[in-house]
């Protein structure tokens, strides 16, 4: 009874930016900590930045000085504001949340994705 819908892919040209935003919404209770993953053609998921209830950020050594993870919690949504994007970064980004519900469980959700792709 929950969704992640994330939003703001596109593409973009190498040094440019782009916000990625992911709305989470349904039977939620609280929600810990909040993440963006990336998966680029042909290679493994990666963690990019994550986000815990108390704001404690991390990054992927790749995008450290160059992506910003955020939230509001008052709109249960997670954001990432990605600078100085380069080729490397183009990928399938999916936003991940660890809910708690109102009936108590809880579990780790993945959005559908949103695909950015930077062109050199």
């Known amino acids: 009874q929950v969704q992640l819908v994330e939003s703001g892919g596109g593409l973009v040209q190498a040094g440019g930016s782009l916000r990625l935003s992911c709305a989470a919404s349904?039977?939620?209770?609280?929600?810990?900590?909040m993440g963006w993953y990336r998966q680029a053609p042909g290679k493994q998921r990666e963690l990019v930045a994550a986000?815990?209830?108390?704001?404690?950020?991390r990054y992927a050594d790749s995008v450290k000085g160059r992506f910003t993870i955020s939230r509001d919690n008052a709109k249960n949504t997670v954001y990432l504001q990605m600078n100085s994007l380069k080729s490397e970064d183009t990928a399938v980004y999916y936003c991940?949340?660890?809910?708690?519900?109102?009936?108590?469980?809880?579990?780790?959700?993945w959005g559908k994705g949103t695909l950015v792709t930077v062109s050199s």
């Open positions: 991940n949340a660890g809910v708690t519900t109102r009936d108590y469980y809880a579990m780790t959700y």
């Open positions: 349904g039977s939620i209770f609280s929600i810990n900590a």
């Open positions: 986000i815990t209830s108390g704001g404690t950020t």
